[in-house]
């Protein structure tokens, strides 16, 4: 049993840090917990805790990112970790009322189409379907409902069918080209990640090259081609 995070990136702490806090001289030590990523971790441990889970993974500081093997390995297995997790917290940090935004604002979120920024990245598509269950916190780690409460409205932002936000991808039959246009407007740092966030989406694996660009969704493609029969990936 365990929980997980989603959450948008920022200025994170890394495997390599967070292993290596005990043995950092002071200062760096304390540059590395005045950041906004450490406070991340200890928010959503605390928050774990409360809620009774012995284990927390946080994709920031659990994969060694120096290992290429283990990174792809993550990458390949990370649809299916979101899944088995007892629940996922979703933070949105940009979000500082009580309340999840129910209606669009371009004043407050005008650099994400009216809604908080964590529905605009590539990697949190995959992190709101495939768990069981998702919590949504504020930028202060107050809850504010849970995505089977707020299917009508996560509809709304993304376009997911509530039957799927409930029940997962396996509650409805659905078309290659409907999943990818949940994905359409998402944006990724890395121009490889368009693609490899997608792939437990589609129950693929294939190896990471980052630096092939664009090639990575190309690979992707064929990959869903020899898996499906389904021709509406012509569409992308």
């Known amino acids: 049993r365990y929980a997980i995070l989603s959450h948008r990136w920022a200025v994170e702490v890394c495997y390599e840090e967070l292993t290596g806090l005990p043995r950092m001289e002071a200062r760096m030590r304390d540059q590395v917990r005045q950041r906004d990523g450490y406070r991340k971790i200890i928010d959503s441990c605390k928050q774990a805790m409360k809620d009774g889970y012995e284990w927390l993974w946080i994709d920031t500081c659990c994969i060694d990112k120096r290992s290429s093997a283990e990174l792809s390995e993550a990458i390949n297995s990370m649809y299916r970790w979101y899944q088995n997790a007892q629940v996922c917290y979703a933070y949105l940090n940009d979000v500082d009322e009580l309340d999840f935004p ?47 409460r707020l299917a009508p409205v996560l509809k709304e932002i993304t376009g997911i069918p509530c039957k799927v936000l409930r029940d997962g991808l396996a509650a409805k039959h659905l078309s290659i080209a409907q999943i990818m246009s949940w994905a359409a407007t998402r944006k990724t740092t890395r121009v490889e990640d368009r693609a490899y966030s997608l792939m437990g989406l589609f129950g693929i694996n294939m190896p990471m090259l980052y630096g092939e660009g664009k090639k990575a969704f190309q690979r992707l493609q064929l990959e869903i081609i020899r898996a499906s029969s389904d021709h509406s990936i012509f569409a992308w």
């Open 102 to 148: 129910t209606k669009r604002d371009h004043s407050k979120f005008d650099k994400s189409n009216g809604w908080p920024e964590w529905f605009m990245r590539g990697w949190t598509l995959q992190e709101l379907i495939a768990p069981k269950q998702v919590q949504f916190f504020n930028r202060d780690w107050v809850p504010i409902r849970n995505k089977r």
